[in-house]
């Protein structure tokens, strides 16, 4: 049974990875994101006593969230380049919306997991935090112009 339970898997997992693509390391960055913001929030949490599990639950469905918002934007690029080919245009672009989408969450996650390091009083150069907050505005930016 163990070896048909990772057969499933194994199986699932390639699949999975096959229809990512090229997102398939953006992806895996993103949710390696997830789960150190996550860990250095409780963390930070339980250095400063103010540990809950509300806002610990209420983390994780926020997390789920951020993948559902991938997947729409998945969905999103898979309709625009469809569509594009129904009516006669090449889009060459494939997956743009969705790259775009984890890069800003991605920015929103490293900014997230230096300002847990820094609640527990981990020094790390403020520069970096400044310049993940400026490349977060340019990804808003480009979304911008997407949806002008």
Known sequence: MANFIKAVFAAASAFVLARLGELAPWVGVILLAMVLDYLTGMVAAWITKTLSSRVGVVGIFKKLSYIVVIIVAMMADWAITQGGAYFGVQIK????????????????????????????????????????????????????????
């Open 93 to 148: 672009e494939q997956g743009f919306v969705a790259l775009l989408v984890i890069v800003w969450l991605l920015i929103n996650e490293i900014i997230s997991i230096l300002e847990n390091i820094g609640r527990v009083g981990v020094a790390y150069p403020k520069w970096l935090l400044n310049m993940l907050k400026h490349l977060k505005q340019t990804a808003e930016q480009e979304g911008d112009k997407l949806s002008a």
